[in-house]
């Protein structure tokens, strides 16, 4: 019996084909364990408690409480877990609502099982995955004002952050160590008044640092 400490997933998904499909997929992965699946919010609310996960995947279109919607309350019930979004749809209004009001990562539903499994390590290791696609769209959207207090290598660096690449995965990219990316994003939340990646994103985009 392995020792490595199981990661713990619930599933909010409407169409049942597809979230049995998920089931499936995430009780088949090593380290990961489905501690409960729910065709709507209000019926999860009920018990997510009780589930303790780790992890919850979330649709965006669900009947009654859309998954946006939803947000806020799931944070509120469980501060300390992650919420990675699933959706057919990859609208931009939706990506920044989403990323703006807690969730950790946005996955398209056509993203392959090996994308969803690695999804759910990444976001446990203080990454924010996304779908290639959107993470280009999260890209495009920035326009950059040259009013901003940020240095060149902070705004790179919120820029990586704002894709979901978590701190050590900029250390590697950007050939330094990671208590210099820490440092970074220090001063980062400093200069923009900020406590939180959520605020220090929202105030970027707001202001166009990025």
Excluded: W
């Excluded at 990661?7 to 992965?29: H, S």
């Excluded at 001063?187 to 994103?201: M, P, R, T």
Aim: net charge neutral.
């Amino acid at each position: 019996m392995s020792t490595e400490k199981q990661i713990r997933v619930c599933l909010i998904e409407d169409d049942k084909t597809i979230r049995e499909g998920y089931v499936f997929l995430l009780e088949a992965a090593k380290q990961i364990t489905v501690a409960g699946s729910y065709s709507n919010v209000e019926d999860a609310l009920k018990k997510l408690a009780g589930d303790q996960p780790d992890v919850i995947l979330l649709d965006i279109e669900l009947p009654g409480v859309s998954g946006i919607d939803a947000l806020p309350r799931l944070k509120k019930l469980l501060p300390d877990t992650y919420i990675l979004m699933l959706t057919v749809y990859d609208q931009p209004n939706n990506i920044f609502r989403a990323l703006g009001t807690g969730a950790s990562g946005y996955l398209t539903k056509n993203s392959s099982p090996e994308k969803v499994i690695s999804a759910i390590h990444e976001v446990m290791e203080g990454g924010g995955p996304m779908s290639a696609n959107i993470a280009r769209m999260v890209i495009s959207s920035f326009q950059r004002s040259d009013a901003s207090p940020l240095t060149r290598r902070e705004t790179e660096i919120l820029e990586h952050i704002a894709v979901g690449k978590s701190r050590k995965k900029i250390a590697e990219e950007l050939f330094i160590d990671l208590e210099t990316v820490k440092s970074h994003i220090k001063n980062i939340y400093q200069k923009l008044d900020v406590h939180s990646k959520e605020d220090a994103l929202k105030t970027a985009k707001e202001q166009k640092f990025i």
